[in-house]
């Protein structure tokens, strides 16, 4: 199986499904790790992956789930797609996309070095 590459449009990841969104939050770790190289500003990095972790545990508050990336992940997974809201789905969606802008970030200032 590949992994899931986040579509980046104009800093907005493109609308995904619930299992789009679960294997989002089960790669943050790896995409944002990958995203740095010895070059990489420490102050980039401490910023971007304090944004990562705001942002998992946003969409952790909205899921009741451990503040982790796995277990937003998880939560997303086990929940049926007849308990999704919009408003649970579209925050879930914001706080991916927040992430990826953030590991974004790590990457142009990475590719620059």
Do not use: C
């Not at 049926?80 to 919009?86: G, L, Y």
Request: proline share 3%; glycine share 2%.
């Amino acid at each position: 199986m590949y992994d899931l590459l986040l579509v980046v449009e104009h800093w907005r990841m493109t609308k995904s499904s619930p299992r789009d969104l679960a294997v989002a939050f089960r790669s943050l770790a790896r995409r944002l790790h990958d995203a740095h190289n010895d070059e990489t500003p420490a102050d980039v990095s401490a910023s971007a992956t304090a944004e990562v972790h705001q942002a998992i545990a946003r969409a952790a508050a909205v899921l009741g789930s451990p503040a982790t990336a796995e277990g937003v992940a998880d939560a997303i997974a086990s929940r049926r797609n007849d308990q999704w809201t919009d408003a649970d789905l579209t925050a879930i969606q914001e706080d991916a996309d927040a992430a990826a802008r953030a590991i974004r970030t790590v990457q142009n200032f990475s590719e620059r070095s």
